[in-house]
Structures are given as structure tokens and as C-alpha cells.
């Protein structure tokens, strides 16, 4: 929310679920119960808000898709063969790509909006399971929470300052290539 002053956000409106889209790499740093992770994804946040104007709520929609570089550590805490539980901590840098800001009849175009921030940095923790199906197959479920970092002097107008909290469930595949990759370089020639 902003500096609490004029225009303050009513944060008591629903909140949507929107689709991400992330892939990246795994590497291991530790005998497979450390690794890092380095990907891209794409992000899209319907926000429905309303700001103050007096005592009066005027309903907003934020409709935002950013562009997002993530990396990070994984750490085993259950490591048996087939089955892992854990948990995670990455530090990413999303670009916003498309973004709108709608109330009554108005919209505007927040890529092109001289006083929007473009630009999020954000700290995601959280907690998954992994089970093995195959040697180069697994499947995953995570939930992961999100906070961007307040910046100071670089979102919206002066005095005010957002940051964007998200809380999220993800399923997925994994594919462990580094059997393919191995081969690749150990090539003898």
C-alpha cells in the first residue's frame, strides 16, 4: 500500500488467481541435498483494489504481467531416493511487460506511465515435495510466498510506495538431464 496518506489502497477486495509459467535449471551444490536454481518465468496479477477518495472506496483493477529472472537455493530436508520434502529461498528481478490500472471509465497504460515502477525485486520462500516416477522424472508440488522489496524513490509518486505480496501453489515436472549433459563433455575425440 502507499504512504497511508491520500489515495490509499482499500485492500479488502478479492483476490484473483492468475496462471505463471516458470523454467529454469537445478544444480547440485551438495550431495544432492543442496542445489541452485536458475530460470525464467512469466508472471500475470490481476489485482482488484480500490483506492480513497474521503470515505468513498473507488474500485480499481490492476491487470500487471511482468517478465521474471529467479535463482536461488533448495535445501533437502527429507532426502530418500524417491521421495524429498523441502524447502527454498530465491531472490528474483521481474520486468513488468503489459500492465493496465482501470476505475470507472478510466484506464491507463502503466508500461507507458512516466510514474509506475517497472521493476520488482522480491525475496520467495517456501516449502515443496518432490516424488521421483522415474530416473530422469519427477513430479513436484510447492507453495511459495513472495514479497517485493519497498525501493525508496522509484515507485509511483513521491511519498508513495508499493510492494507487490503474493502467495502461490505450483505443480510440476522436472527432468534430470545431467546424464545427457555428462555425455556431452565427456566426449572423446
Known sequence: MNNLGENTLDLS??????????SGFRFN???KRVHWDIGLGYNKYKINTGFYVGKISVPATYNLSYLTFKTGVVFNIVNAPRFKIQIHSH???????TGTNSYRDVVTDLYKD???DKTLFRIHRGVSTEFKISKQVAIYISYN????????????NSGESYVLHTNSFSLGILFDISGQIDRLFNRSY
Not at 13 to 22: D, G, M, N, R
Not at 91 to 97: A, E, K, P, Y
Not at 145 to 156: H, L, M, N, Q
Request: proline letters at 0%.
Open 13 to 22: 477486495y478479492s483476490k484473483s488467481q492468475k496462471s505463471f509459467l516458470e
Open 29 to 31: 551444490l551438495f550431495e
Open 91 to 97: 531472490l528474483s528481478f521481474d520486468g513488468l511487460i
Open 114 to 116: 512516466a510514474v509506475f
Open 145 to 156: 510466498i513472495a514479497d517485493s522489496f519497498r525501493e525508496k524513490g522509484t515507485d509511483s
